[in-house]
């Protein structure tokens, strides 16, 4: 477990329902699970249908495990590569060692993908996940393995390749959810001197409304959450959202971006907790 992130990628709500914050943390581990599976056959020059992804698993209750398997039933010692030399695909995924990560990781790539596409992640023979998968997400789990001081942004470091461009491509997300569903009575977008947007009545009838990481744990666990939830408190001039996480909305990027109206949803059912 990492202080201030959700690693837990089956977490069930109250109603034993799978909660609907998580399903970003599980993206997360069925994109390293394709990540892992690029980065074997890239190393030893095979083709990646050698190599299965096996479904993610709970392990412990608070904690996801990425499983990969040779697709030969007597095993070839692919998967077995990636423990054997762990430390060189720890350069090759994250320090851009292998061309397929050093794409990925490019200026370029950032800009151009939010999460995934064609030149990275998506391919005919992954369709079934392709609304899963989000390189973003697999390389941050990836490094929350392999870097005890990642947090993820938690806190407050975007420095990043797979964070750059968050807080951007968050407050436009929040934009399009007030102007996709609000417009006849829309919030007041503003964002703290942090970075972190968010959505907020003027009337002050309606809990703001604060754009979250997938991983993020929370605004009390959470320091740069934290630390705009108590501006905004001054913002908005109401410091009762300090007081109770139940006075607020938050709402993460991963469904943001492909779930508008569930995210709509979800938040009218926040609003009235």
């Known amino acids: ?16 329902k799978l ?58 010692g692919f998967v077995a590569d990636f423990y054997n030399h762990f430390d060189e695909y720890i350069n090759r995924i994250l320090k851009g060692d292998d061309a397929y990560f050093k794409q990925m990781l490019s200026d370029e790539h950032i800009q151009d993908c939010d999460s995934s596409c064609y030149k990275c992640l998506k391919t005919y023979r992954n369709m079934p996940y392709h609304g899963l998968l989000d390189w973003r997400l697999g390389i941050a789990l990836f490094r929350v393995m392999v870097d005890s001081s990642y947090k993820a942004g938690a806190d407050g470091k975007f420095d990043y390749p797979e964070l750059k461009g968050w807080k951007e491509m968050a407050k436009d997300r929040l934009v399009a959810l007030n102007e996709g569903f609000y417009n006849t009575r829309p919030f007041s977008l503003e964002i703290t001197s942090n970075g972190i947007p968010f959505l907020y009545d003027p009337s002050g009838d309606r809990k703001p409304i604060f754009a979250s990481h997938p991983m993020w744990s929370g605004v009390k666990n959470t320091q740069v959450l934290a630390d705009a939830l108590f501006e905004a408190s001054m913002i908005i ?7 109770d996480e139940k006075n607020v909305v938050v709402i993460d990027t991963f469904n943001l971006l492909r779930r508008t109206s569930n995210c709509y949803e979800y938040v009218q059912n926040k609003q009235q907790e």
């Open 1 to 16: 477990a990492v202080d201030g992130l959700v690693l837990e990628p089956f977490h069930c709500n109250e109603a034993g």
């Open 19 to 76: 909660d609907f914050r998580t399903q970003g943390v599980r993206a997360a581990y069925y994109t390293l699970s394709f990540l892992i599976q690029r980065a074997i056959a890239s190393r030893l020059d095979v083709d990646p249908t050698e190599i299965d992804v096996v479904e993610v698993l709970s392990k412990s209750g608070r904690l996801g495990e990425v499983c990969l398997a040779d697709e030969k039933i007597n095993g070839s």
């Open 237 to 243: 001039g109401d410091d009762s959202i300090l007081n």
